[in-house]
């Protein structure tokens, strides 16, 4: 076996090779797999639903503009204003975001019903704004489905078809403002315009519509709301939705922009508006009163004809006109005191006291509480957008507002008190100035009280107009801290979905990336033999060649179309086994395989067959007593066999048949017999072998698989050579552990490997070329070219040849 010839000449194949070659040879299953993604790829574009995304941008107001005192200077270094004004952004985020104003902003909109075209196939699908042809108006008394479709054919100008399927069963034509009425759907149906439908051609045409309860419409544009800062230390905010109608959203930006800017407004007129409500309420009590007392002046005048007050009198009244406006202020400063009292008795939230400087007190303390609460009520404000009620932050608020309140009420009642004690004052000098008055004649003395009374309500009437005047101007010279920069403009809305240069792009990597991920997985978890490489890497037993796939129906290739390449397959290996056993003169040569499957008894009848036909005397022997399949190969009796040969029971005349092939016989295997192990080994059968030797040139033998049975190890003393079958893409790798212990461990030295069932592309295509080195044998000298074989070879393509070549230079 020393002389045995290196069967390998190619040089050993890096990876990245191998999966070249297989590209290569399978350029038409990536083709494939790019044309699919390619494919998807242009559905996805075509009938996916497109989805854009409009902008538009507020300017947040600032309330932490630079000072040039020393205080800003300390601010600038510390980084306290830039904190504060992140606060301030970040609050004004949440109010956007908030539930409260997508309500607002949706209640304004008509979005309460959403309408969409369906294409003629019934795959795309389009969104309508204000392009709908027709219009839904839903019963708002009886009950409605929300987010139910609700499917509308349009058969002419004057009809359509309403379908509502799945548990409703709902088929019915009607006229276009025909009310429909059902236990869950309740609306008519018009057309937007006079002319909306007329302008239609091609019916019918199919829409459906969907109605929305408005939380379910709240929740879902607040959640796909986006609002992003322009920058770490600016206050321009940028808000973003996505949706399938530019227009829609759009309307929804510039609603939303609007109602925050709004809400701002109202908050600041907040004050005024109270200061107004509040004024009024006043009036309403003082009006009459002035009324009233205005009718008794004039007709106590009118009845008692007094024009003028003497001049003793007019003295008097002076003075009990300065005492009584006093007693004004005093009253309405009483008035507003009890106003505090009622707001922190009834603990009312978020809503702003009154500042006592607009009603003319000009107590530093109280004015200093009330500021502080009134921010602490906007700053909670603020954060219960944002979070709930059990917030760490939002109950020290509640906390601080709270202390502020018994700080408010303490001080009230102690400005009650002090308010008090000066109307009682007043009140003795008023008695005491009445006792003057007395002394005057009696009408004079009447004319003054009604006078009197008159005055006081004026004044007080007078001021209350001049208070309100003041909060309506406050109100009216109000403007939003926020403005609008950019609106949301529909024509330019992105399309955000489908990305159709990325889609395609996308398909051209999967399409070839997949293919190859599968190929490389599938190898890496691949236990078969695939590559002249696992044999190499997994036995030192040589290979003596290999056998091409059958492409025929016959059993008998060598004999049955001669001039095949599959019959040229087993001349080289008849070449092969020439060259191994040149001095033997009656060769034996045992043929087995590892497992069944592996075409053993192919591979025995066809070798058997090649050598008869080159004019040696060969005998194929049936040995697989289990399973004997040579009989049915060459259509022979299997009465009479070795089985019975070596029982004693039939004689070599009964048991030898010779074939339609010249100079080939076969010894067929007879009856399954019970101990097929011992017959093997018994001395009838060395007998035998070594009397076949003398009649014939070639022995072929076909014993059953190595790793089922051991029959083939108990020729090894009678055999000369030792051929195992291994499948390609069959055979386990774990077989070749088998092959290599039998060759090292059992004694099997003269043993070769025979490669069967090679494709003319390996696994996924890949050559696994053999490459015998010596041609199809020694001594044929000549090299098959295309036209030689029966079998047309396929061309090899002048690209992949050079690459290959290439390859193989720089491996």
Not at 89 to 112: C, G, H, P, R, W
Not at 113 to 142: C, M, Q
Not at 314 to 325: C, R
Not at 608 to 624: P, R, W, Y
């Given at each position: 076996?020393?002389?045995?010839p290196e069967?390998?000449?190619?040089?050993?194949?890096?990876?990245?090779?191998?999966y070249?070659?297989?590209i290569?040879?399978?350029w038409w299953w990536f083709?494939?797999?790019?044309?699919?993604a390619?494919?998807v790829?242009y559905l996805?574009?075509r009938?996916?639903?497109?989805?854009y995304r409009?902008?538009?941008s507020v300017?947040?107001a600032?309330e932490n503009?630079?000072?040039?005192?020393?205080?800003g200077?300390?601010?600038?270094?510390?980084n306290v204003?830039?904190?504060?004004?992140?606060?301030v952004?970040q609050n004004?985020?949440t109010?956007l975001?908030s539930y409260?104003m997508?309500q607002?902003?949706?209640?304004?909109?008509?979005f309460?019903?959403?309408?969409?075209?369906?294409?003629r196939?019934?795959?795309?699908?389009?969104?309508?704004y204000n392009?709908s042809?027709?219009?839904v108006?839903?019963d708002t008394s009886?009950?409605?489905?929300?987010?139910?479709?609700v499917?509308?054919?349009?058969?002419s100008?004057?009809?359509?078809?309403?379908t509502?399927?799945?548990?409703?069963?709902?088929?019915?034509?009607?006229?276009f403002?025909q009310?429909f009425?059902h236990?869950?759907f309740?609306f008519t149906i018009?057309?937007r315009t006079?002319?909306?439908l007329?302008s239609?051609d091609h019916?019918?045409?199919?829409?459906?519509?969907?109605?929305?309860?408005?939380n379910?419409l709240v929740n879902?544009?607040?959640g796909?709301l986006?609002?992003?800062?322009n920058d770490?230390k600016?206050?321009i905010?940028?808000?973003?939705?996505?949706?399938?109608?530019r227009?829609?959203i759009?309307?929804?930006?510039n609603?939303l922009?609007g109602v925050y800017?709004?809400?701002n407004?109202?908050y600041k007129n907040?004050?005024?508006?109270n200061?107004?409500?509040?004024?009024d309420q006043?009036?309403r009590?003082t009006?009459?009163?002035?009324?009233?007392?205005?009718?008794?002046?004039q007709?106590?005048?009118?009845?008692n004809r007094?024009i003028n007050?003497?001049q003793?009198?007019?003295a008097?009244f002076?003075?009990m006109?300065?005492?009584n406006?006093?007693?004004a202020d005093?009253?309405?400063?009483?008035?507003?005191?009890k106003?505090?009292?009622?707001?922190?008795?009834?603990?009312k939230e978020?809503?702003?006291?009154i500042?006592?400087?607009?009603m003319?007190?000009?107590?530093a303390?109280?004015?200093?509480?009330?500021?502080q609460?009134?921010n602490?009520?906007?700053e909670?404000?603020?954060l219960?957008?944002?979070?709930n009620?059990?917030?760490?932050?939002?109950?020290?608020?509640?906390?601080?507002?709270?202390?502020l309140?018994?700080?408010?009420?303490?001080?009230?009642?102690?400005?009650?008190?002090?308010n008090?004690?000066?109307?009682s004052?007043l009140g003795?000098a008023?008695?005491?100035l009445?006792?003057?008055i007395?002394?005057l004649?009696s009408?004079?003395?009447?004319?003054i009280?009604?006078?009197r009374e008159?005055?006081?309500?004026?004044?007080?009437?007078?001021?209350?107009l001049e208070?309100?005047?003041?909060?309506?101007i406050t109100k009216a010279s109000?403007?939003?801290?926020?403005r609008?920069?950019?609106?949301?403009r529909a024509?330019?809305?992105?399309?955000?979905?489908?990305k159709?240069s990325m889609?395609?792009m996308?398909a051209l990597?999967?399409g070839g990336l997949?293919?190859?991920?599968l190929?490389?997985?599938?190898e890496y978890?691949?236990?078969?033999?695939?590559?002249?490489k696992?044999i190499?890497?997994l036995t030192s037993?040589?290979?003596?060649?290999s056998?091409?796939h059958?492409e025929?129906a016959?059993?008998l290739?060598?004999?049955?179309?001669?001039?095949?390449a599959?019959?040229e397959?087993?001349?080289s290996?008849?070449a092969n086994?020439?060259?191994?056993?040149?001095?033997?003169?009656?060769?034996v040569?045992?043929i087995?395989?590892?497992?069944?499957?592996?075409g053993?008894?192919?591979?025995?009848?066809?070798?058997a067959?090649i050598?008869?036909?080159a004019?040696?005397k060969t005998?194929l022997?049936s040995?697989?007593l289990?399973?004997p399949k040579i009989?049915r190969i060459?259509?022979?009796?299997?009465e009479?066999?070795i089985?019975s040969?070596l029982?004693g029971i039939?004689?070599?005349d009964k048991i030898?048949h010779h074939?339609?092939v010249?100079n080939?016989?076969v010894?067929?295997?007879?009856?399954?017999?019970?101990?097929?192990?011992?017959?093997?080994?018994?001395d009838?059968m060395s007998?035998?072998i070594k009397?076949?030797?003398k009649?014939?040139d070639?022995?072929?033998?076909?014993t059953p698989?190595?790793a089922?049975?051991?029959?083939a190890?108990?020729?090894?003393?009678?055999?000369?050579?030792?051929?195992?079958?291994?499948?390609?893409?069959y055979s386990?790798?774990l077989v070749?552990?088998l092959?290599?212990d039998?060759y090292t461990k059992?004694?099997?030295?003269n043993?070769?490997?025979?490669?069967?069932?090679v494709?003319t592309?390996g696994?996924?295509?890949?050559s696994y070329?053999?490459g015998?080195g010596?041609?199809?044998?020694y001594?044929?000298?000549y090299?098959?070219?295309?036209g030689y074989?029966?079998?047309?070879?396929p061309v090899t393509?002048k690209?992949?040849?050079k690459l290959q070549?290439?390859?193989k230079?720089?491996?």
């Amino acid at each position: 076996m020393d002389q045995f010839p290196e069967i390998y000449r190619e040089e050993e194949s890096i990876d990245i090779k191998k999966y070249l070659y297989r590209i290569l040879y399978n350029w038409w299953w990536f083709a494939l797999s790019v044309f699919v993604a390619l494919t998807v790829a242009y559905l996805v574009n075509r009938y996916s639903e497109d989805i854009y995304r409009a902008s538009c941008s507020v300017i947040v107001a600032n309330e932490n503009t630079p000072r040039g005192d020393i205080e800003g200077v300390i601010e600038d270094l510390t980084n306290v204003r830039s904190r504060r004004t992140k606060a301030v952004v970040q609050n004004e985020i949440t109010i956007l975001k908030s539930y409260k104003m997508a309500q607002s902003a949706l209640e304004e909109l008509d979005f309460n019903i959403t309408y969409t075209a369906v294409g003629r196939r019934g795959i795309a699908e389009s969104k309508l704004y204000n392009s709908s042809p027709f219009i839904v108006v839903p019963d708002t008394s009886k009950p409605n489905q929300f987010n139910y479709p609700v499917t509308v054919t349009i058969l002419s100008a004057t009809t359509y078809r309403l379908t509502i399927d799945d548990q409703f069963d709902i088929n019915e034509v009607l006229y276009f403002g025909q009310p429909f009425s059902h236990n869950n759907f309740n609306f008519t149906i018009f057309p937007r315009t006079p002319e909306s439908l007329k302008s239609l051609d091609h019916f019918p045409l199919k829409y459906y519509f969907i109605m929305h309860e408005m939380n379910g419409l709240v929740n879902r544009y607040r959640g796909g709301l986006s609002v992003e800062v322009n920058d770490d230390k600016g206050s321009i905010l940028t808000l973003s939705l996505t949706g399938p109608n530019r227009e829609q959203i759009s309307d929804y930006l510039n609603r939303l922009a609007g109602v925050y800017i709004q809400s701002n407004l109202d908050y600041k007129n907040t004050t005024s508006l109270n200061t107004i409500r509040f004024i009024d309420q006043q009036l309403r009590e003082t009006i009459d009163s002035l009324q009233l007392a205005g009718v008794r002046l004039q007709n106590f005048r009118s009845a008692n004809r007094i024009i003028n007050i003497s001049q003793e009198g007019n003295a008097l009244f002076q003075k009990m006109e300065t005492l009584n406006s006093q007693k004004a202020d005093i009253d309405i400063n009483g008035r507003y005191f009890k106003y505090i009292e009622d707001y922190i008795t009834s603990k009312k939230e978020n809503i702003e006291i009154i500042a006592p400087s607009v009603m003319g007190i000009q107590d530093a303390l109280l004015n200093s509480l009330v500021a502080q609460i009134n921010n602490l009520n906007t700053e909670r404000r603020n954060l219960q957008f944002s979070s709930n009620e059990n917030n760490p932050k939002l109950t020290m608020l509640n906390m601080q507002i709270e202390n502020l309140r018994m700080d408010i009420l303490e001080n009230v009642n102690n400005l009650i008190e002090s308010n008090n004690i000066s109307m009682s004052g007043l009140g003795r000098a008023i008695d005491e100035l009445e006792i003057e008055i007395k002394k005057l004649p009696s009408t004079e003395r009447q004319l003054i009280n009604i006078q009197r009374e008159f005055n006081i309500n004026d004044q007080i009437y007078t001021f209350l107009l001049e208070k309100r005047a003041e909060a309506g101007i406050t109100k009216a010279s109000n403007t939003s801290d926020h403005r609008l920069l950019d609106i949301a403009r529909a024509e330019n809305a992105v399309m955000i979905k489908p990305k159709t240069s990325m889609n395609y792009m996308m398909a051209l990597v999967l399409g070839g990336l997949i293919p190859l991920m599968l190929l490389v997985l599938i190898e890496y978890f691949n236990n078969k033999i695939v590559d002249k490489k696992d044999i190499e890497q997994l036995t030192s037993v040589p290979v003596l060649g290999s056998v091409g796939h059958n492409e025929k129906a016959f059993d008998l290739p060598v004999f049955e179309n001669p001039k095949s390449a599959l019959a040229e397959s087993f001349r080289s290996l008849r070449a092969n086994l020439q060259y191994l056993l040149k001095n033997e003169l009656h060769k034996v040569i045992s043929i087995s395989s590892t497992v069944s499957g592996e075409g053993k008894t192919f591979c025995s009848a066809n070798l058997a067959a090649i050598i008869a036909m080159a004019g040696k005397k060969t005998l194929l022997v049936s040995l697989d007593l289990r399973k004997p399949k040579i009989h049915r190969i060459f259509k022979l009796s299997n009465e009479h066999g070795i089985s019975s040969y070596l029982a004693g029971i039939s004689s070599l005349d009964k048991i030898i048949h010779h074939t339609n092939v010249d100079n080939l016989s076969v010894a067929v295997s007879g009856p399954v017999p019970p101990n097929p192990a011992e017959l093997i080994e018994s001395d009838r059968m060395s007998e035998f072998i070594k009397q076949m030797q003398k009649e014939y040139d070639f022995i072929i033998i076909d014993t059953p698989p190595i790793a089922i049975v051991t029959d083939a190890l108990l020729l090894k003393e009678l055999v000369d050579i030792h051929i195992f079958v291994i499948r390609h893409g069959y055979s386990s790798k774990l077989v070749l552990q088998l092959v290599e212990d039998l060759y090292t461990k059992r004694g099997l030295k003269n043993m070769s490997l025979l490669v069967n069932d090679v494709q003319t592309k390996g696994y996924y295509g890949y050559s696994y070329r053999y490459g015998y080195g010596y041609g199809y044998g020694y001594g044929y000298g000549y090299g098959y070219e295309h036209g030689y074989y029966d079998e047309e070879a396929p061309v090899t393509h002048k690209f992949r040849k050079k690459l290959q070549k290439l390859l193989k230079k720089r491996s």
